[in-house]
T-cell receptor, first 114, second 114 residues
Framework: DSGVTQTPKHLITATGQRVTLRCSPR?????VYWYQQSLDQGLQFLIQ???????AKGNILERFSAQQFPDLHSELNLSSLELGDSALYFC?????????????FGEGSWLTVV | AQSVTQLDSQVPVFEEAPVELRCNYS??????LFWYVQYPNQGLQLLLK??????LVKGINGFEAEFNKSQTSFHLRKPSVHISDTAEYFC????????????FGTGTRLKVLA
């Protein structure tokens, strides 16, 4: 158990809908990362937050947004869903905003868009 | 920008045989290097990482990796694999300064055969 909690574990929704994925980082971790894992594109970095502020952006679509709240939990919002958004979404956290830190992954949220 | 190449998408190997999983990276700046493992239906967990010092890094479960700066490689090795090592293995890099994005390779699926 990494200490990173993600909910829901599984989610099935229809095209055009909007979903929110939630992440609670390890106790004491200030940095949160979101990744998308799909069969055809591997593990893609989406976005990183540190203590409530966006720090780095990767291949995140405009239909997707994220935020980190004062209690340090984070949410990833996915809207106008398409079939191609079906993937495993991981949240990860690390203690500080320092390169070389180990990042700890949650077990992921499986999103299926039908 | 950084990139990671894992040339082998799948590696089958018999139990108790040695294995090497290859990782090459590209970066214009110094990087830290990581290997993560993902067991079925789980999140990624850290196997080992190279930050500085000895280029031979030992990790959990008997794995080790060697950093070769001239060849920009960080190959993962294990002298004798077990059935329980069957998993997907990801190589990752992050710059030593300036940004905290962790860039992952596409993964290598190790299948240990009885």
């Amino acid at each position: 158990d990494s200490g990173v909690t993600q909910t829901p574990k599984h989610l099935i929704t229809a095209t055009g809908q909007r979903v929110t994925l939630r992440c609670s980082p390890r106790s004491g971790d200030l940095s949160v990362y979101w990744y998308q894992q799909s069969l055809d594109q591997g593990l893609q970095f989406l976005i990183q937050y540190y203590n409530g502020e966006e720090r780095a952006k990767g291949n995140i679509l405009e239909r997707f947004s994220a935020q980190q709240f004062p209690d340090l939990h984070s949410e990833l919002n996915l809207s106008s869903l398409e079939l191609g958004d079906s993937a495993l979404y991981f949240c990860a956290s690390s203690e500080m905003e320092r390169s070389g830190n180990t990042i700890y992954f949650g077990e992921g949220s499986w999103l299926t868009v039908v | 920008a950084q990139s990671v190449t894992q040339l082998d998408s799948q590696v089958p190997v018999f139990e108790e045989a040695p294995v090497e999983l290859r990782c090459n990276y590209s970066s214009s700046v110094s990087v830290y290097l990581f290997w993560y493992v993902q067991y079925p239906n789980q999140g990624l967990q850290l196997l080992l990482k190279y930050l500085s010092g000895s280029t031979l890094v030992k990790g959990i479960n008997g794995f080790e990796a060697e950093f070769n700066k001239s060849q920009t490689s960080f190959h993962l090795r294990k002298p004798s694999v077990h059935i329980s090592d069957t998993a997907e293995y990801f190589c990752a890099v992050t710059p030593t300064s300036g940004t905290y994005k962790y860039i992952f390779g596409t993964g290598t699926r190790l299948k240990v055969l009885a």
